[in-house]
C-alpha cells in the first residue's frame, strides 16, 4: 500500500541536542512539506519541497533544517536553535507542485518532547 | 497574521443533530478550500473540498458552503454520528503569490458528537 511513513512516532530530545525527523512515501508524489502542530495554532509550514534537490522555507523555518536528495524522502532536523521544539510533527505529499487542491496526504506524525 | 481562522475551538452536538463548522479566510488569492478530519496521534485525512468556482459541494453526509464575499466557509455533518468526534481543519491554497502550492490552515475546531 503506498503511503507516508513517519519516525518515529515519539521522540525525546535532551535541551541543546540536534534530532532528525524521518519521513518517507512511495507514492511517487513530488512534493513534500512538514508542517508542526501546537495547541490552539493549527498546522504551521516549516518547509517544503517542490522538487528533488530542492526546498524552501515556510511561515516558521527558523531552528529547523530539511533536504531533499531523494524523491521519497524529506527529513527534517529539529536543532539546538529552536527555542521551543516540543510538539506533534506532520510530514505531508501532494502529487503536483503548485496545486495543493490535489490534497496532501499526511503521515502519521511524530510527538517530539525535550527532556 | 492568521489567514485562516477557526474561531469557535469546539463544538458540541447530539448524535442525529447538524455540525456546523465554520472557517474564514482573509486572503483573497485563495481559490481552492479543503477540511481535514483529525484524530488525536494520527495525520489529518482529506474530507472534502470545494473550488472557487462553486459555492456548494457534497458528499454524502458532508456539504462545505462557500460564500466568496464574506470569504467564509463552512461544513455542514448531517446527521452527526459520534464517529465524526474529531478535530476539524479548514484549510485553504491559492493559484499564485505566497500561497501557491501550500495548503493555509486554520486553527481547528474539536467536535464532540454525544450518544
Known amino acids: 500500500d503506498g503511503g507516508i511513513t513517519q519516525s518515529p512516532k515519539y521522540l525525546f530530545r535532551k535541551e541543546g541536542q540536534n534530532v532528525t525527523l524521518s519521513c518517507e512515501q512511495n507514492l511517487n508524489h513530488d512534493a513534500m512539506y512538514w508542517y508542526r502542530q501546537d495547541p490552539g495554532q493549527g498546522l504551521r509550514l516549516i518547509y517544503y519541497?517542490?522538487?528533488?534537490?530542492?526546498?524552501q522555507k515556510g511561515d516558521i523555518a527558523e531552528g529547523y533544517s530539511v533536504s531533499r536528495e531523494k524523491k521519497e524522502s524529506f527529513p527534517l532536523t529539529v536543532t539546538s536553535a529552536q527555542k521551543n521544539p516540543t510538539a506533534f510533527y506532520l510530514c505531508a505529499s501532494s502529487l503536483q507542485p503548485g496545486r495543493a487542491n490535489y490534497g496532501y496526504t499526511f503521515g502519521s506524525g511524530t510527538r517530539l518532547t525535550v527532556v | 497574521d492568521q489567514q485562516v481562522k477557526q474561531n469557535s475551538p469546539s463544538l458540541s452536538v447530539q448524535e442525529g443533530r447538524i455540525s456546523i463548522l465554520n472557517c474564514d479566510y482573509t486572503?483573497?488569492?485563495?481559490?481552492?478550500f479543503l477540511w481535514y478530519k483529525k484524530y488525536p496521534a494520527e495525520g489529518p485525512t482529506f474530507l472534502i473540498s470545494i473550488s472557487s468556482i462553486k459555492d456548494k459541494n457534497e458528499d454524502g453526509r458532508f456539504t462545505v458552503f462557500l460564500n466568496k464575499s464574506a470569504k467564509h466557509l463552512s461544513l455542514h455533518i448531517v446527521p452527526s454520528q459520534p464517529g465524526d468526534s474529531a478535530v476539524y481543519f479548514c484549510a485553504a491554497s491559492g493559484a499564485g503569490g505566497t500561497s501557491y502550492g501550500k495548503l493555509t490552515f486554520g486553527q481547528g475546531t474539536i467536535l464532540t458528537v454525544h450518544p
Open positions: 486572503n483573497s488569492m485563495f481559490d481552492y
Open positions: 519541497s517542490q522538487i528533488v534537490n530542492d526546498f
